[in-house]
């Protein structure tokens, strides 16, 4: 959505984040942007193994497949200054957390 993209912009500085608790705690402040279709997780996410020296052997050694689900989570890259989205990559290897990439500049891997 880009209004919701434009209300979301870190780019005015205010201090008063808006704080929707609608999540659990444990997700902090960085709940969940919006979802997606497996479908485009799994094309976002061949892209950056595409583009991305040693992501796909990161996913290979540090996480397990992700299981079949119709929609996932995508968060808003925490990272200062990066617009970037976080998509599903697989889980792992610890249990009970997931493993994102960004897809914006900064080119990080998150476990969530
Ligand atoms: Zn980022």
Known sequence: MPVAAALTTCA???PSLRRERTVSSNL???Y???SESETDRARA???LVDLR?????AL??????LDEKARWW???CPTSGCSGLL?????AAEKHALFVVCDGPCAKTFLR
Not at 87 to 91: I, K, L, M, R, V
Request: charged content about 15%; proline content about 6%; aromatic content about 10%.
């Open 28 to 30: 902090g402040q960085n």
């Open 53 to 57: 020296e040693g992501l796909e052997a």
């Open 87 to 91: 998509h599903a990559a697989g889980y």
């Open 60 to 65: 290979t050694t540090e996480t397990t497949p």
């Open 74 to 76: 995508v968060w808003k």
């Open 12 to 14: 005015t500085g205010s």
């Open 32 to 34: 969940p942007y919006t």
């Open 45 to 47: 996410v061949e892209t």
